[in-house]
């Protein structure tokens, strides 16, 4: 946008805080089922639609140049029980740009199946023409699998950080000692 319109102050840039969906409901302080049946259409919208529209406004974003290459990062949010947002973020432009997000719910939002989501949102981006140079990822995001098709099917690294109370030297001698290592 700085380029397309001109803007000589980064801060002029126009930038998206939040997106709200806002539904007239006014009549809701007389009848309360009022809520009840907008919070209802609202879960009629499937995931396709709004995968849908998550992916036009990200081909938005990286035709007009704000999103091309750079690092990313990977990172997810407890939304209450059953609920977690994971976003991939571009950290190397100028602001932080969201590119990718799944809302998970249910059984998908259950640890352990972090690593398939965080690969589906690098397929997207970069089915879209990103180029992800380095990703930053949390080591529950990560499996070995995912950081071997990071490196050696698309090309990019991946840098982990090791948690604090992970006893990295144990598990090298206890695998050193199982004849694991060579």
């Not at 719910?105 to 970069?126: H, I, P, Y």
Request: contains cysteine; negative net charge; hydrophobic residues 45%.
């Amino acid at each position: 946008l700085t380029r397309e319109f001109g803007y000589v102050n980064v801060m002029a840039v126009p930038r998206i805080r939040k997106v709200v969906v806002n539904m007239g409901l006014g009549e809701a302080t007389q009848n309360v089922k009022i809520v009840d049946t907008g919070s209802d259409e609202l879960a009629r919208i499937s995931q396709a639609d709004w995968l849908q529209l998550q992916q036009q406004a990200v081909a938005e974003i990286v035709r007009r140049g704000c999103v091309e290459s750079g690092v990313f990062a990977i990172d997810g949010s407890g939304l209450g029980d059953n609920l977690r947002l994971v976003s991939l973020t571009c950290v190397s432009s100028e602001r932080p740009f969201l590119v990718a997000w799944r809302l998970l719910e249910g059984d998908a939002s259950e640890k352990g199946k972090e690593a398939a989501v965080t690969r589906s949102l690098l397929e997207q981006a970069l089915g879209m023409g990103v180029k992800i140079d380095l990703l930053l990822v949390d080591a529950l995001y990560a499996d070995g699998p995912f950081l071997a098709w990071c490196k050696y099917e698309k090309g990019f690294d991946v840098l982990v950080p090791i948690p604090g109370d992970r006893q990295l030297h144990e598990d090298l001698a206890q695998l050193a000692e199982g004849g694991l290592l060579s």
